[in-house]
């Protein structure tokens, strides 16, 4: 995809600050970081979801984010990360090509949980989550 950033640093059209590679992944520093050692993990090939991410290539990325999560801790002396994916642009996904984030957490960051995603937590009863697992079952 020729206007996609994401797309240009694996094409090396932009500079990146690589830190792994292979045939179907690469890792690069993230340009703002929230901490440092903030990486992103992506799939050479242009996919702009989870969803339209095929088997194989999810395999390979999270094999990366497996392997580079604890690297990436050990680099920063970092003792957790926070490893996450904006998954579509109404969970903030800004740029449209699959990317991991592992972001160094450290005690006194100030950072939050994935609880704290968001403020209007909704209240579930049995029988709702009872047909959400069934919805859930059968698409998957
Ligand atoms: P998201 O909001 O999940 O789409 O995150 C996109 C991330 O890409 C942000 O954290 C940006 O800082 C990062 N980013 C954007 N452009 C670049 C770039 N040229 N090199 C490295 N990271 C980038
Ligand atoms: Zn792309």
Redesign the pocket.
């Known amino acids: 995809m020729d206007n996609c950033?994401?797309c240009?640093?694996v094409a090396g059209d932009?500079?990146?600050?690589t830190v792994y590679e292979d045939d179907d992944v690469l890792a690069?520093?993230?340009?703002?970081?929230?901490a440092p050692g903030?990486t992103?993990v992506i799939p050479k090939d242009h996919h702009e979801t989870l969803t339209e991410l095929p088997e194989d290539e999810g395999d390979a990325v999270f094999s990366a984010l497996h392997r580079l999560a604890p690297a990436v801790e050990v680099a920063v002396d970092a003792p957790a990360s926070t490893v996450a994916?904006?998954n579509g642009e109404a969970a903030?996904?800004?740029?449209?090509h699959v990317?991991g984030?592992i972001v160094p957490r450290f005690d006194d960051d100030g950072g939050r949980p994935i609880h704290a995603l968001v403020s209007d937590q909704p209240e579930l009863h049995d029988d709702e989550l009872d047909d959400i697992a069934a919805a859930i079952a059968e698409e998957r």
């Open positions: 950033i994401f240009q640093i932009i500079p990146s600050r690069f520093l993230d340009v703002n970081p929230l903030h992103l994916f904006n903030g996904q800004e740029v449209p990317h984030h």
